[in-house]
């Protein structure tokens, strides 16, 4: 309500975190979240493939470790099934509502992964994706980026503090030549995209990162 009585402008800004295992993504979004915070900017944290229920039922299938045997064409559509559910029940009601949406990966993911990565066909993947995602666009993507084995170095001494580190380790299982294609997958999308793109170097420490996730945000919502 606060916004409607001119105190709090709505800001409808879509804004998409990327990179590989182990980047820093879901440790950058919680700290871009306080952030925003601070300012009493209205803003929704979200990620993908569970950000809805449905989601989280979705994520099931694919990274419980009995379904290693998940083909990559059924794994592209499972993502992108949890993508239209997550799109249409949680991003763009936000965005109508006014709000910033933060969301941990979105579709460029599937570009990076189930395309450079597992070598699914780019232009099957457009169509598929553009569907799900009700051609649903970041005005505002931040890449971060830093060599695979360092991102998979973090990735696994977190998923060794958890409970049950098999959990989410689908892609962390997969070689290095895999990560590496991913990493230079995103790095294509990004040449293909620099407007909305912004590239962080990741392998520096969790402050300095932050401080250029923050310079990126508040120009995109100053704008
Ligand atoms: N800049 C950093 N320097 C050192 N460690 C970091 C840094 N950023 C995050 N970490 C740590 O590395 C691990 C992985 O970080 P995080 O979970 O944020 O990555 P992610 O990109 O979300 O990974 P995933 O793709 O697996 O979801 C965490 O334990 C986190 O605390
Ligand atoms: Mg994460």
Same mark, same amino acid.
């Given at each position: 309500?606060?916004?409607?009585?001119?105190?709090?402008?709505?800001?409808?800004?879509?804004?998409?975190?990327?990179?590989?295992?182990?980047?820093?993504?879901?440790?950058?979004?919680?700290?871009?979240?306080?952030?925003?915070?601070?300012?009493?900017?209205?803003?929704?944290?979200?990620?993908?493939?569970?950000?809805?229920?449905?989601?989280?039922?979705?994520?099931?299938?694919?990274?419980?470790?009995?379904?290693?045997?998940?083909?990559?064409?059924?794994?592209?559509?499972?993502?992108?099934?949890?993508?239209?559910?997550?799109?249409?029940?949680?991003?763009?009601?936000?965005?109508?509502?006014?709000?910033?949406?933060?969301? =941990? %990966? #979105?579709?460029?993911? *599937?570009?990076?992964?189930?395309?450079?990565? $597992?070598?699914?066909?780019? &232009? !099957?993947?457009?169509?598929?994706?553009?569907?799900?995602?009700?051609?649903?666009?970041?005005?505002?993507?931040?890449?971060?980026?830093?060599?695979?084995?360092?991102?998979?170095?973090?990735?696994?001494?977190?998923?060794?503090?958890?409970?049950?580190?098999?959990?989410? =380790? %689908? #892609?962390?299982?997969? *070689?290095?030549?895999?990560?590496?294609?991913? $990493?230079?997958?995103?790095? &294509? !999308?990004?040449?293909?995209?620099?407007?909305?793109?912004?590239?962080?170097?990741?392998?520096?420490?969790?402050?300095?990162?932050?401080?250029?996730?923050?310079?990126?945000?508040?120009?995109?919502?100053?704008?």
């Amino acid at each position: 309500m606060a916004f409607l009585t001119g105190r709090i402008k709505p800001v409808n800004k879509f804004i998409t975190f990327e990179g590989i295992e182990g980047s820093g993504k879901s440790t950058q979004i919680e700290l871009a979240v306080a952030y925003l915070r601070e300012k009493a900017i209205p803003c929704v944290v979200t990620r993908e493939p569970t950000g809805t229920d449905i989601g989280m039922k979705i994520a099931d299938i694919l990274f419980k470790r009995e379904h290693g045997h998940l083909c990559a064409e059924a794994e592209l559509l499972l993502f992108c099934a949890a993508r239209a559910q997550h799109v249409r029940t949680v991003i763009q009601p936000a965005l109508r509502e006014g709000k910033v949406v933060l969301c =941990d %990966r #979105f579709s460029d993911a *599937t570009y990076a992964y189930q395309g450079a990565g $597992r070598g699914l066909d780019r &232009e !099957i993947i457009r169509i598929i994706n553009d569907y799900s995602a009700v051609h649903t666009r970041p005005d505002l993507t931040l890449l971060f980026d830093l060599p695979v084995e360092a991102g998979l170095k973090r990735a696994t001494a977190r998923n060794n503090r958890l409970d049950d580190p098999a959990a989410s =380790d %689908r #892609f962390e299982r997969e *070689t290095l030549e895999f990560h590496r294609r991913i $990493r230079e997958g995103y790095l &294509e !999308i990004l040449k293909n995209s620099p407007e909305r793109f912004r590239l962080i170097d990741a392998d520096r420490n969790i402050d300095a990162i932050q401080e250029d996730v923050r310079r990126h945000i508040s120009a995109l919502i100053k704008q």
